[in-house]
């Protein structure tokens, strides 16, 4: 009997249909499609955190990472409702998980 979990199986992307479409720079987005995370998107995200860890650059960080996973403008991810930006963040969470396997076997 092992001690290691089995490996979790996650989607590859998910896509968000927004209630209303945000609007910035001319453009109309009704939808958010993220990707897994790749290490670079975490690096650059996590950046945020270099000079302080506090409620404000924690939450600069999930703006980062759901930015990078969703190709989108920061600007965008700022004006998403927080349901919206809850259920990105949702889905981005269980990659930082140490159990998982994003490889098959």
Not at 62 to 70: D, E, Y
Not at 78 to 94: C, Q
Request: proline share 10%; charged share 20%.
């Amino acid at each position: 009997m092992s001690d290691t979990p089995a490996p979790v199986e996650l989607a590859d992307q998910i896509t968000i249909p927004l209630p209303a479409p945000v609007e910035w720079n001319g453009r109309h987005y009704g939808e958010l499609t993220l990707i897994e995370p790749r290490v670079g998107h975490v690096l650059f995200a996590e950046q945020q955190l270099k000079n302080s860890t506090n409620p404000w650059s924690l939450r600069n960080r999930q703006i980062h990472l759901i930015s990078k996973c969703a190709d989108l403008p920061i600007p965008v991810v700022e004006k998403l409702p927080m349901r919206a930006f809850n259920e990105a963040w949702s889905f981005i969470v269980p990659f930082f998980e140490a159990s998982l396997s994003t490889s098959e076997t």
